[in-house]
């Protein structure tokens, strides 16, 4: 297995990006996708967000444990973790609120 590029905060061209949010206020931690996993790819060495509000998030993985919180910027592309290609992961964020954005992974 060859070591992955160092995380750099944009997301590729070539990146699955997927649009995330709600409709409605939400109370609690809010999760992407709300059911099920997603799956690392060859496409993108991390997991970058780019949200309309300044978001905390964490990846957590289909064996249920969880990276630590990281801040996600509003309007910005962020390298929230590093996901190896096939592992099913999904994104929890603190609180919630009408945010929406896009994910790449």
Known sequence: MSPRPAPT????AS??????GHGG???GPAFWPQ???KYGSTDCADVNLKTNYTRTV???WKDLTCTGWETAPKGQWTAIHSVP?????YLE?????NSTGYVAY
């Open 9 to 12: 905060g944009v997301a590729p």
């Open 15 to 20: 990146a699955r990006t997927t649009p995330v």
């Open 25 to 27: 206020l939400c109370f």
């Open 35 to 37: 059911t099920g996993w």
């Open 58 to 60: 964490r990846v957590c």
């Open 85 to 89: 290609d096939g592992w099913g992961f």
């Open 93 to 97: 964020f603190q609180g919630g609120n």
